[in-house]
């Protein structure tokens, strides 16, 4: 049995379409969801539904008892999140769980400096807890998702010609969030992945300015980057009534970039593919042109 945390979200819905895609038996597959009411889709493929909570122990629990493979989906509430991390390994390892997939972050700085520390925490934590459990793991360790960049950019970018982020020329390899579920369900599907530890990470590192220029090509429109500080941004979001937590989560990505944490190319990706990754390039002509060929 696969199980498949945090099921009614992209990542952990994607990750059961290629499990699916790939002739798993869907009574073969759980989802562990907070609320079954909202997985009525993965029900009506004949997924197996396990009621859950990461801030319920006894329900990860009783949810993991007839796993085989867990994937461990992250969880999205930073505050809470080490907590909610330890409860779902101490399960994995008393339910004996065969093997975990964990999707972690890639960042060049895992040390309290980070600009995004807050954010890395959980996930450095969660990498110790995994290696001393005696429990089989893979950990993937996805960089930032392509999936953003329109929310980093701003839905206005192309109405004002403005990328308007604090990240010097700093650079990205973003990753595309359906080919990293794509690499899950490859990697619940086969051997030879326990003990490793896997950089998902794009074979080319974009800057805003590149994406600027990218943008530019694309729509015929003059799209220009522009770097305030920090503090000019964070003041500019302000004015603009954006709540601070969102200001100080959008303003370390950016200085996070700027200093070069994303700035991590590989091929990994491509080999666990079998197939070269998305482009930046190809996706935002996909999100941003029509009638164009994706490259």
């Not at 399960?91 to 954010?119: C, D, R, W």
């Not at 700093?170 to 794509?182: N, T, W």
């Not at 794009?202 to 090509?217: Q, R, T, V, W």
């Not at 603009?240 to 989560?249: D, E, H, K, L």
Request: hydrophobic share 40%; charged share 20%; glycine share 8%.
């Amino acid at each position: 049995m696969i199980l498949v945390t945090g099921a009614t979200g992209q990542f952990g819905k994607t990750t059961i379409d290629f499990l699916l895609k790939k002739d798993i038996p869907a009574n073969n597959i759980a989802a562990l969801v907070r609320d079954e009411a909202k997985a009525a889709d993965l029900k009506s493929k004949g997924i197996i539904l396990k009621t859950g909570d990461y801030n319920n122990y006894e329900s990860l629990l009783a949810a993991f008892a007839d796993a085989d493979k867990l994937l461990f989906v992250s969880g999205n509430e930073i505050e809470n999140r080490v907590s909610q991390h330890e409860n779902v390994v101490k399960a994995a390892i008393q339910a004996g769980v065969k093997h975990v997939v964990y999707t972690s972050f890639l960042s060049a700085n895992e040390s309290n400096t980070s600009p995004i520390a807050m954010v890395g925490e959980a996930h450095i934590q969660t990498e110790k807890w995994l290696k001393e459990s005696g429990l089989s793991y893979t950990i993937l360790k996805n960089n930032i998702y392509m999936d953003m960049i329109p929310v980093f950019i701003g839905e206005k970018a192309l109405e004002t010609g403005i990328i308007y982020q604090p990240a010097g020329e700093g650079k990205c390899a973003y990753v595309l969030r359906e080919e990293m579920a794509e690499i899950a369900a490859n990697i619940l599907t086969s051997t030879g992945h326990e003990g490793k530890i896997y950089p998902l990470t794009g074979n080319k590192a974009y800057s805003y300015g590149d994406i600027a220029k990218i943008l530019s090509e694309i729509t015929g429109k003059d799209i220009q980057y522009v770097s305030p500080t920090p503090e000019e941004f964070s003041k500019t979001l302000q004015e603009a009534n954006v709540p601070a937590a969102y200001i100080g989560m959008l303003t370390g990505f950016s200085v996070a970039k700027a200093q070069g944490e994303f700035d991590i190319e590989d091929n990994t990706m491509e080999i666990l593919l079998g197939r070269k990754p998305t482009s930046v390039t190809g996706y935002l002509k996909k999100m941003y042109a029509t009638n164009e060929l994706i490259s």
